[in-house]
């Protein structure tokens, strides 16, 4: 993938284990090339979120209210039962399918993700995948810089999350990460700028070590009435929106060129507050302009800065320097940024997206200033920086660290001690992060924990059980006499599927622990894999044995209907676990393997749930049926419940 050890590490922590993963590191180290690089190769399931619509875009994602469905607002532990309610029902069979197959969530600008956000995540992934572990036992890669810009709390927000029992706004506060053994990796190589002198005195920024001479390098950029000619390039920082408003709006208004208007085309679903660019977008011959979106030929990058030359209805030329110090006449025509969500692919399982809405414009916008919070994670060859009204932890140092070279910085204002500000709990979190690295070492350790975790989870069934014992509470209390057999027949087929199938798979387990423990390469380990297969092969006869009646038989008619409707619901619930578990076992039946659980997971969760949808079809791998010697198909050998009830009819 890369020769940068630490991108590498980063790489097979994600790709190997299923431990959590905080990925950090300065301006300019490639954690948005490691995320599209990741995309393209990982084999796990994966979403990407972003606490922002345009954050959200441009890192290929979806924002994490929208995909988890959460209302704005605070999420206070013990106080969101309503809330959950409604989000329950409201989610729709897709995506109730995607996120009970998700291995991997990818959140992008972890900086801006306020702790009680990621609490409500958990809650959400809990319900859906496995209600004992933090955040459903799905893994988390948290990517983003804290010393670059902070979650939002106001005083009264602030004062809340702490009565809940937070010590910190930031995502590193959230209660559900705290019970995790998640990792951090820093990434350390810049590649944004070459300058040792400039890359140390950004540090210093960063990290809030503005001793004399940082201040007095610094501050030797500062250049009031600065005014650079037309084709420098210069753009301007500012803190706020009213201040970049007012620069562009002065230095369009005074061209004397016509203004020429390009209205974009949005279709579908595509928020406005996601727009990359304006609506309405005014240029004129001589205007200073921003790409903002990358060309596919890599003729343009999204934060190329360039200069009007001329407009036609439906395209723009935009004269800009190219790399090699040459200028170059750029022709523009409008461009689409797709709004999507995730979908789930009901023939092979995976997870794909599907574009519901799109957004057509010019890929420009007017670039005499722009906000320093709308410039994270773009680079520039000259900046003109007035941070002299920073109000966040971190504004200024996303500032400075925009521009490639200290020659390039111009200060409109001198920098002061009191606006580089860095908050002391990301300093002291951050030095723990450096000083607690994991190592190869590390590594080999998780992916053997990550093997061993997977292995057993095939023979865990204490959720299946859990379940199995509430519908037989429920209906011990609300079905009536008349039903007395029937509650019998439960509790002693509960009974036999705690001595048969839950204890002995906590005994098996056991001896997967051992044998791993005994030799770790596993894929090799003969005596493992025919342990497996053994225990695979014993699973999946004793439960189909135990239950596929039962389950196939449904529950006995009720006349109540409110408590029909509550035991059907867990019934089906039920039904689904079974279901699921039976698939597992089918697909893993030859043997075990990373990339055959999490194929097989995803798979048996999307079969069971696409039962009874227009164009199922079941399966198509060849495996052993338990009860015969023959070779069949998944779509025979692992009849769900409702097809065996209708086939034996």
Request: proline letters at 4%; one cysteine or more; charged letters at 20%.
């Amino acid at each position: 993938m890369t020769t940068n050890k630490e991108l590498e590490l980063a790489f097979n922590y994600a790709q190997y284990t299923q431990r959590n993963i905080f990925l950090t590191g300065k301006a300019g180290t490639g954690k948005t090339t490691f995320l599209r690089n990741l995309r393209k190769q990982t084999h796990k399931r994966t979403i990407v979120v972003a606490p922002t619509g345009v954050a959200a875009i441009n890192a290929g994602g979806v924002t994490i209210h929208s995909f988890f469905q959460l209302a704005p607002g605070l999420y206070l532990p013990g106080q969101n039962i309503q809330r959950d309610n409604k989000m329950r029902y409201g989610f729709s069979k897709h995506k109730i399918n995607i996120l009970r197959s998700l291995d991997l969530l990818v959140i992008d600008e972890i900086s801006m993700v306020r702790c009680d956000l990621l609490d409500a995540i958990d809650n959400v992934l809990r319900r859906y995948q496995d209600h004992f572990k933090p955040f459903g036992g799905v893994q988390l890669l948290m990517i983003g810089d804290l010393q670059q810009l902070a979650p939002v709390a106001s005083d009264e927000e602030w004062q809340m999350l702490q009565a809940a029992g937070y010590q910190t706004p930031y995502f590193f506060g959230s209660q559900a990460l705290q019970k995790t053994n998640y990792t951090a990796i820093e990434l350390t190589h810049v590649y944004r700028q070459a300058d040792r002198t400039f890359i140390d005195l950004l540090n210093n920024v960063r990290d809030n070590r503005l001793d004399a001479q940082t201040l007095t390098l610094l501050n030797s950029r500062y250049k009031p009435n600065f005014r650079p000619s037309d084709d420098e390039g210069y753009i301007t920082l500012t803190t706020h929106n009213y201040q970049a408003n007012d620069i562009n709006q002065h230095h369009l208004l005074m061209l004397p060129t016509e203004p020429h208007t390009y209205s974009a085309q949005v279709e579908g679903d595509f928020p406005e507050t996601s727009y990359p660019t304006d609506a309405h977008l005014t240029l004129k011959v001589g205007a200073q302009v921003m790409f903002c979106k990358n060309d596919p030929s890599h003729i343009y990058y999204n934060g190329k800065i360039g200069r009007v030359t001329r407009l036609t209805p439906s395209e723009v030329w935009v004269e800009s320097i190219d790399e090699n110090g040459r200028m170059q006449d750029i022709q523009v025509s409008a461009q689409e940024w797709q709004n999507t969500k995730y979908v789930t692919n009901e023939k092979s399982g995976e997870i794909t997206e599907e574009v519901i809405g799109s957004f057509s414009q010019i890929p420009l916008r007017t670039a005499w200033a722009i906000t320093i919070h709308k410039s994270q994670g773009l680079t520039f060859d000259h900046c003109i920086i007035n941070a002299g009204q920073a109000f966040s932890f971190g504004q200024v140092y996303v500032a400075l660290s925009r521009c490639r070279t200290l020659e390039g910085l111009v200060l409109s204002t001198p920098i002061t001690g009191h606006v580089v500000m860095s908050d002391p709990t990301i300093i002291t979190y951050n030095q723990s992060i450096q000083e607690n690295q994991p190592d190869d070492r590390q590594l080999a350790s998780d992916r053997l924990a990550c093997i061993d975790r997977t292995l057993c989870a095939i023979f865990d069934y204490q959720p299946l059980m859990m379940q199995f014992r509430h519908v037989l509470r429920l209906a011990d209390e609300h079905l009536p006499r008349t039903h007395k057999a029937y509650i019998e027949q439960m509790k002693q087929l509960v009974a036999d599927c705690e001595q048969h199938l839950e204890n002995v798979g906590q005994t098996f387990q056991a001896q997967i622990h051992r044998l791993i423990a005994l030799a770790p390469t596993y894929e090799a380990n003969e005596q493992l894999q025919e342990r497996f297969r053994k225990g695979n092969q014993y699973f999946l006869v004793k439960t189909t044995e135990l239950l596929d009646d039962f389950i196939g038989k449904g529950l006995p008619e009720i006349d109540n209907k409110r408590t029909k409707e509550q035991l059907e619901r867990e019934f089906e619930l039920l039904k689904q676990d079974y279901d699921i578990k039976t698939r597992l076992l089918v697909r893993t039946s030859r043997g075990f393997s990373l990339d055959t659980y999490w194929n097989a997971k995803a798979e048996a969760t999307m079969q069971e749930s696409a039962i009874g949808q227009p164009g199922y079809t079941g399966g198509k791998t060849a495996v052993k049926n338990p009860r015969s010697k023959s070779v069949t198909s998944a779509k025979s050998s692992a009849k769900t419940p409702q097809r065996r009830k209708k086939a034996q009819d």
